[in-house]
């Protein structure tokens, strides 16, 4: 009789699926790949058949451009991998496409979540709770000193900096793949309508959201505008292009980043960042803890993260749970 669980392995650069030959989000080019979404440390080209869904593959196209072997799964759609295993996918809350992959083999049920988050997203449908056995989870944000802040406070903030500086602009830093479309969606959603400006790297990837019916609004390129029209404008900008060359042509910017370490006051003096705004695209502490305790697996795996304090809060808690030894898996936001 086989271990239990022993048809799912974590390798150093993926979570190999046994039956299927199968690897779930792996680090290096594999024949068969289930990816939960688009981010660089989770999709990587080169795979023989790459299954994810429509708007993790569009991304992928996109940023690595993959196309050959893809194949789409919407969110509830379950397949057949050969081995005997069935692969579920299901929203994941982290950005557009990002999915939670339920396995299904011999009786026992494997989530694996991929990177997610439980607060409200316009750009992407809400992570779904989802019992089973083993419950693989990240632990980006696996700290209890991690408590995002309301998105809304941090919109009121990156707001009133705007309204109290009409000479000045707000230049945003925000990543390319989720992030800088959540902060237009939201600041939509505050009621904010006039144009957002963007950075050229961010261009086609904020069209790719509005194809997949993500509202994002008035949108205008920085190039090709006066200095002064800009004045009293929201920027948008990769995190990167916050203090170079490109940001010298706007009016005395505010300098803004939007991420979960700005948590951390020593990442926003290293990004000479003005403006901190807390906007986090990952599960905090406590909807981490939460989110365990709400799947109640027989067993947890923490992974790529602050694995041990997590790892901690399980024993603590009577649950048990052990740590990945995973490679290459990292916030692309740092």
């Known amino acids: 009789m086989?271990?239990?669980?022993?048809?799912?392995?974590?390798?150093?650069?993926?979570?190999?699926?046994?039956?299927?030959?199968?690897?779930?989000?792996?680090?290096?080019?594999?024949?068969?790949?289930?990816?939960?979404?688009g981010h660089a440390d989770h999709a990587r080209g080169g795979h023989g058949r790459t299954i994810a869904t429509p708007a993790t593959l569009a991304i992928m196209k996109l940023r690595y451009w993959t196309e050959a072997g893809a194949s789409p799964v919407e969110y509830g759609e379950t397949i057949r991998l050969p081995g005997g295993v069935a692969a579920t996918f299901l929203p994941a809350g982290h950005v557009l496409g990002s999915a939670q992959i339920l396995l299904e083999h011999a009786g026992e049920r494997v989530i694996v979540t991929g990177d997610y988050k439980r607060r409200p997203d316009p750009t992407c449908p809400p992570f779904v709770v989802t019992p089973c056995d083993v419950f693989v989870t990240e632990a980006t944000f696996g700290l209890p000193v991690f408590r995002h802040p309301p998105i809304a406070g941090e919109i009121a903030k990156l707001l009133k900096a705007r309204a109290d500086n009409p000479e000045r602009c707000v230049l945003v830093g925000a990543y390319a793949v989720g992030k800088a479309q959540r902060v237009i969606a939201e600041l939509r959603a505050a009621g904010y309508a006039e144009p957002i400006h963007l950075?050229?790297?961010?261009?086609?990837?904020?069209?790719?959201?509005?194809?997949?019916?993500?509202?994002?609004?008035?949108?205008?390129?920085?190039?090709?505008?006066?200095?002064?029209?800009?004045?009293?404008?929201?920027?948008?900008?990769?995190?990167?292009?916050?203090?170079?060359?490109?940001?010298?042509?706007?009016?005395?910017?505010i300098t803004a980043m939007a991420s979960g370490w700005m948590r951390v006051r020593q990442r926003a003096r290293q990004r000479m960042v003005e403006l901190p705004l807390v906007i986090s695209d990952h599960a905090d502490w406590d909807e981490l803890t939460r989110t365990i305790a709400e799947v109640n697996p027989a067993e947890s795996w923490i992974t790529h993260g602050r694995e041990d304090a997590l790892l901690r809060w399980c024993q603590l808690h009577q649950r048990k749970a052990r740590a990945l030894a995973l490679v290459g898996y990292e916030d692309e936001d740092d």
């Open 2 to 37: 086989s271990a239990p669980f022993g048809w799912i392995r974590a390798e150093p650069h993926g979570i190999h699926v046994v039956p299927a030959d199968a690897w779930i989000d792996p680090a290096r080019p594999v024949e068969r790949a289930l990816v939960t979404h």
């Open 199 to 253: 950075h050229g790297a961010l261009e086609r990837m904020c069209r790719l959201y509005e194809e997949f019916g993500v509202a994002l609004g008035e949108l205008r390129l920085v190039a090709g505008q006066p200095k002064a029209a800009l004045a009293g404008q929201i920027v948008l900008c990769p995190p990167s292009a916050l203090n170079d060359r490109w940001s010298r042509r706007l009016p005395d910017p």
